[in-house]
């Protein structure tokens, strides 16, 4: 089965960190563009930060610099998101897609512009 599994979603105090994994199983990631989306209550979905194929070149949302870091280990099919510094309004369930592509494919882009997505890990930040 093809599919994107996200992981590392929890209830975290202000200015702690979180690293979310999301894993391909059934295909391989290295040809892959992969964005973590995130979707708040009553907020569109947002994109957050995405990694290249190929080259691993990053973008990041403004509010998301110097904060996040986006990672990719191709020998674990897996991409990661590191966060630091996380505050309440980072709280929203975090997604990742992927593409397959050799082009630069930052910033995040509608929803059909991608080939799989995950089911979402839910990130909370309160104290």
């Known amino acids: 089965q093809l599919q994107l599994v996200e992981s590392g979603g929890d209830l975290v105090q202000p200015g702690g960190s979180l690293r979310l994994s999301c894993a391909a199983s059934g295909f391989t990631l290295d040809y892959y563009a992969i964005t973590w989306f995130r979707q708040a209550p009553g907020k569109e979905r947002e994109g957050v930060s995405c990694?290249?194929?190929?080259?691993?070149?990053?973008y990041y949302a403004d509010s998301m610099k110097g904060r996040f870091t986006i990672s990719r280990d191709n020998a674990k099919n897996t991409v990661y998101l590191q966060m630091n510094s996380l505050k309440p309004e980072d709280t929203a369930v975090y997604y990742c897609?992927?593409?397959?592509?050799?082009?630069?494919?930052?910033?995040?882009?509608?929803?059909?512009?991608?080939?799989?997505w995950g089911q979402g890990t839910q990130v909370t930040v309160s104290s």
């Open positions: 897609a992927a593409k397959r592509t050799g082009n630069w494919y930052c910033p995040a882009r509608p929803g059909n512009a991608y080939d799989y």
């Open positions: 990694i290249n194929s190929g080259d691993g070149r990053t």
